[in-house]
């Protein structure tokens, strides 16, 4: 077991290590610094329980509450949530995604472009296990507004879209996908470095 000081020294860099050691009274802690005021503290433990998430299930019996942020008033909790979900599907055995997902992806719609971008981006672990979910996905990444976001978010925004539709796209396709990556790669949006970005992808 460790502290917050022990946790708070450690780098960055050598949390993924770290998170391999970690004790089965070690995770739920974590879950709970999840809310704490002390951004490094929060940060930190948000990174060793999604490093944990890659090779060991024992994250996934907080499932719940990371659904509960998705509801959170404070945008970083709901970022979080969309993270630990997403860094969790690959051991939902009971299928909780299926239910999930529509809270899920209503922080597409979020006020705050950063959480809108961790959401779409995070889609990326959801839709290489869950291929039931894909045109339920797609067709909500598609409605997505860009316009409604500022001009400086839009392209990136719409970067992060495409991604995952490309990854959609080598699962299945459809003519709406095909048809929004060709109007977003002739749209102009796009600078040439993206474009050829995105065309190397597909």
Known sequence: MFNIESL???DKENLLGFSKTLEAEDIPQLVEWLTEENDKLRYHSLLLLEHRSEKYDDVYPFWD???EKLRNTNSYQRSIGVMLIAANVKWDRKNKIDITINDYLKI???EKPITVRQC???LSKIVIYRTNLHNKIANELISIDI???KSTMRKLILLDILNILVLIKKHQTSEEIDTYIFKALTGGLLDKKAIKQIEYML
């Open 147 to 149: 316009m409604n976001h």
């Open 120 to 122: 779409i981006q995070s």
């Open 65 to 67: 509450i990371f659904c």
């Open 8 to 10: 708070l020294t450690i």
């Open 108 to 110: 597409l719609d979020d």
